[in-house]
């Protein structure tokens, strides 16, 4: 079992950063990839960037890459999101996932999810 939890969401003007967290507890953390997922109210949920266990490895959105940085820090159990140059279209709640199981890019693939936290980009 893992029990996530997000924070660090907020509102932010357009142009500007935030960089969410998400602690995780259960399981040992250093043995399973983590994500971030986005959805926008009306929307589906989309893949945002995951981060293999030992942090050497990421892939990221197209929407998102060069703007969006995902990173781990395993002996605080926490990875983050570091986020720049935010658009209105970032504006979504932000929630994080371990351990997928298949294809990292579909939400199916995830069982263990946190609440999500709100990212509002002002235009």
């Known amino acids: 079992q893992v029990q996530l939890v997000e924070s660090g969401g907020g509102l932010v003007q357009t142009g500007g950063s935030l960089r969410l967290s998400c602690a995780a507890s259960g399981r040992r953390f250093s043995t399973y990839p983590m994500a971030w997922f986005r959805q926008a109210p009306g929307k589906e949920r989309d893949f945002v960037a995951v981060i293999s266990s030992t942090g050497g490895t990421a892939y990221y959105a197209d929407s998102v890459k060069g703007r969006f940085t995902i990173s781990r820090d395993n002996a605080k159990n926490t990875v983050y999101l570091q986020m720049n140059s935010l658009k209105p279209e970032d504006t979504a709640a932000y929630i994080c996932?371990?351990?997928?199981?298949?294809?990292?890019?579909?939400?199916?693939?995830?069982?263990?999810w946190g609440q999500g936290t709100q990212v509002t980009v002002s235009s």
């Open positions: 996932a371990a351990d997928p199981s298949g294809d990292y890019h579909y939400g199916d693939a995830y069982v263990y």
